[in-house]
């Protein structure tokens, strides 16, 4: 079961203006199963994009970044499960582009201004004879309030559908966010997940909406673990309709503009640990944060080295206050990080939640085993290490490795 | 069970001239348990060590390094079980100094002859009033022919003992190469491994030992990984007593210096391997080679990224051939290595054993997956990728990940 996340039943969604949503089951890879949907956004939408750095990434990945530079108007993304399109050459080129001209037919708009996207298995050819009649029932179901449905659709090894909402006001204008994401293994992102929507009625010029896409992605998808596997398919698309009726917000000095950032930042982080929360077998939602370092760089290695230890991760599964793993692994972050190799570990302090268990390179004094076996039972664990070197800090969200992560990713293709 | 490790009760271990060996039994963790270790050295020997680059680096490890640089002969070598003195501060190194001091009285030799070695659980104070008197018994028992016992002392959540022994012929000398070796978990050495030690009663340069140990360090111990976890202890250690009676070999244009360093890294690269048989919970031995690259660090990159990555470690668990775990972790090794960025995925070939299973971008034609599974189904896993783009090359040796590596490493402190 996920880690604290709450179902999406009793999560309000509301509708974003100028974006209507529809799905279908095409039997992708299992029956009665919702495995199709489909974005459609107005005219006059921005949508930015930030994608996989996997060398190996998917063919509609390709596409969409090749998609997004082309056209001046993106119409519709069209995403579906089952399959990632991924490892599959030339002939997955030609089954993306097939996706998109049959949806573009349907919608009557260019080929180029569809997105498409996929998940699931890799290597494995798209059954296009499924996928293609999946497209029109999706089409006959587009509406404004659809982003339950929506959630469950882009699910595959996922336990729980992940949705969040916010609103804002900008001046006189109420604006909207809305967003959803899937994702619980392969996931230690490079640029963004595999897959995570955010819309906005907020009116955000291009330029401005694809540099803070970016930035967001930084703190939010570009923050979690599950296993450090970086998926061929991870994508994270935000889409500003400009429906509100606000002025166009076009710089970080314009009225309006931190009102929106947060409410963008808290959708996505919200979504991020989402799905660390579903990460493949966790029991344990481990917050890093990683204070007082010389450089961003250098607290984010020392975060990801804890937070991608096998021997960290299986400890925290065991309710183990296991402080020689997390001690290890920040003195080999350096492995990863050159600044780091004149890290003086006798200046870090080390605490599980708010208690002091080691400094000075060793167990702090006042630490005791049964204040840590307190911290250790519950399911939300907060690391922090205090490099007391610098001002820059970096937060990672990261979960347990348990028996169930074993047997979910030894049985996945049986 | 290790993978395919040979009991070493059936191995000959002849001892080697100028070395010999005690253990006694100081109930440090476990009572009944060998878990004290020394070996001295005589006069003339040249040792060199190569040490792990954890900034957590433990206690006996940075009196290790002073002693190397202080002494011009090192006499005694004394190595704990059950307790690693790392995360130990202040108090850690006076009682890695009290231990080399006891022993040092013992063997009246000076305190910066003797190299201290601990491994067990971290961040525990050594119980100095249990080591110190063992060592006494351990001094009492030296003998030159000793390995076997030498073997079983050194172990921790090892299942089997590792050690090997081969020889060679520097014109009329006959010369003998033993080691040691130990370690399961917390593998991923960066700089050589926990704990290795390779003795030969060759007469070797200091200076060229000194060489040769890195090198091989880099060939052997550096290229595995069970758990991509770093230890803070890791050691490798190479004795040269000089008694075999061939002329000091101090270049490598020297005679005889093929010969010995052959038989150096044939002995050093079987004790490595050893580790990753006997890795946490290993079921399957994984060869990754890694050819044609641009450069050996780009080579060592792909190869550790399918070493370390969770998914492919849990489908060869499985006997999955899950060729797309291994594209995508061969896809994002570019985190790791620059030169990686403009990496063509559709020149790269790659094998699961003789089998070509993937080429350009995609599944191979000719793949089949019966073909696939045949090769799961065996102990041993070879993983070729050939990057079609240069000369370099690089081989990492692994094991798989299992419901026994989350047993191990969720109970190994209660």
Same mark, same amino acid.
């Given at each position: ?7 999406? *039943? ?44 996997? &060398? ?88 404004? #309030? ?202 870090? *302090? ?38 007391? &070197? ?9 979960? #347990? ?11 996945? &293709?049986?």
């Amino acid at each position: 079961m996920p880690v604290n996340l709450p179902s999406i *039943e009793n999560q309000i969604l509301p509708p974003v203006p100028g974006v209507r949503l529809g799905w279908s089951e095409a039997n992708i890879k299992k029956a009665n199963h919702k495995d199709i949907l489909v974005i459609e956004v107005a005219d006059g939408s921005r949508v930015s994009g930030v994608f996989t750095q996997n &060398r190996f990434c998917a063919a509609p990945v390709h596409i969409c970044k090749q998609h997004l530079t082309e056209s001046a108007q993106i119409k519709a993304l069209v995403i579906n499960t089952g399959n990632a399109n991924a490892g599959t050459g030339e002939q997955g080129m030609q089954d993306a582009i097939a996706t998109c001209e049959h949806l573009a037919n349907l919608l009557q708009v260019p080929v180029n201004s569809i997105l498409p996207f996929s998940t699931g298995v890799i290597l494995e050819h798209l059954p296009m004879d499924k996928l293609l009649p999946g497209l029109a029932p999706a089409v006959s179901r587009l509406s404004e #309030d659809a982003w339950h449905p929506a959630a469950w659709s882009i699910m595959t090894t996922d336990v729980a559908p992940k949705a969040y909402a916010t609103s804002c006001q900008l001046g006189e204008h109420s604006v909207q966010v809305t967003g959803i994401s899937k994702g619980a293994g392969m996931i230690h992102p490079n640029m963004a997940t595999m897959l995570g929507f955010i819309a906005t009625n907020a009116a955000i010029s291009q330029s401005l909406l694809d540099e803070i896409t970016k930035q967001i992605a930084d703190l939010s998808f570009n923050c979690i673990s599950v296993d450090g596997d970086t998926s061929t398919n991870d994508s994270f698309i935000m889409i500003a309709t400009g429906q509100a009726g606000n002025t166009e917000i076009t710089s970080r000095e314009d009225e309006g503009f931190e009102v929106i950032f947060q409410s963008l930042l808290e959708s996505a982080q919200y979504l991020a640990k989402a799905i660390v929360r579903d990460g493949e077998g966790a029991t344990k939602f481990i917050t890093v944060n990683v204070e007082s370092a010389l450089t961003h760089d250098e607290a984010k290695a020392i975060g990801y080295a804890i937070a991608k230890s096998p021997l960290v991760k299986t400890a925290m599964f065991a309710c183990d206050p296991n402080l020689g793993r997390v001690l290890a692994a920040i003195g080999y972050a350096s492995r990863d990080c050159a600044s780091l190799a004149d890290l003086d570990v006798d200046n870090i *302090e080390l605490y599980f939640a708010e208690v002091l268990v080691a400094e000075k390179g060793g167990r702090a004094q006042s630490y005791t085993e049964e204040a840590g076996q307190k911290i250790m039972q519950k399911a939300e664990i907060d690391i922090t290490v205090k490099l007391n &070197r610098g001002t820059q800090k970096a937060t990672i969200w990261s979960c #347990d490795f348990s028996y169930d992560y074993v047997r979910i990713n030894a049985e996945y &293709r049986t």
